[in-house]
């Protein structure tokens, strides 16, 4: 009896939008301590994961049940000038999956989508 949960995460500089795609709620979370610089949205990892585990917990989706899975869609809304590079990739996929994912799926826009079209993404993949 596994829950799948649909979350879209959505990052800019020092900020952070996470949304639960079944139930509609959304929370906006400044950054705790800084995770950008001038060159990289996400500069500092460790501030960034703490800024998505505190969205997460006033979600109620931090420490979940084992019974309950995840597939999140995260995106990076600033900095994308070429393109995210593999670190970048790297950095975005490594803070989905310590949020809970058991599958991430990487949106390169600048454009956020709404949540309707992020959950048909999901479902999609």
């Known amino acids: 009896m596994f829950k799948l949960k649909s979350i879209y995460i959505k990052i800019k500089r020092n900020h952070v939008e996470v949304t639960d795609l079944n139930?509609?709620?959304?929370?906006?979370?400044q950054a705790i301590r800084p995770f950008s610089s001038v060159r990289n949205v996400v500069s500092s990892f460790n501030p960034a994961n703490e800024t998505i585990q505190s969205a997460?917990?006033?979600?109620g989706l931090k420490g979940r049940s084992f019974l309950s899975k995840m597939n999140i869609l995260i995106q990076q809304l600033e900095g994308l000038e070429g393109g995210l590079s593999d670190i970048e990739k790297r950095a975005l996929r490594d803070l989905a999956e310590m949020a809970g994912a058991n599958k991430v799926f990487i949106l390169e826009?600048?454009?956020?989508l709404s949540a309707e079209v992020a959950?048909?993404?999901?479902?999609?993949m």
């Open 119 to 124: 959950l048909a993404y999901l479902k999609e």
């Open 23 to 29: 139930t509609g709620e959304t929370v906006t979370q």
């Open 56 to 59: 997460l917990e006033k979600l």
């Open 109 to 112: 826009q600048t454009e956020p």
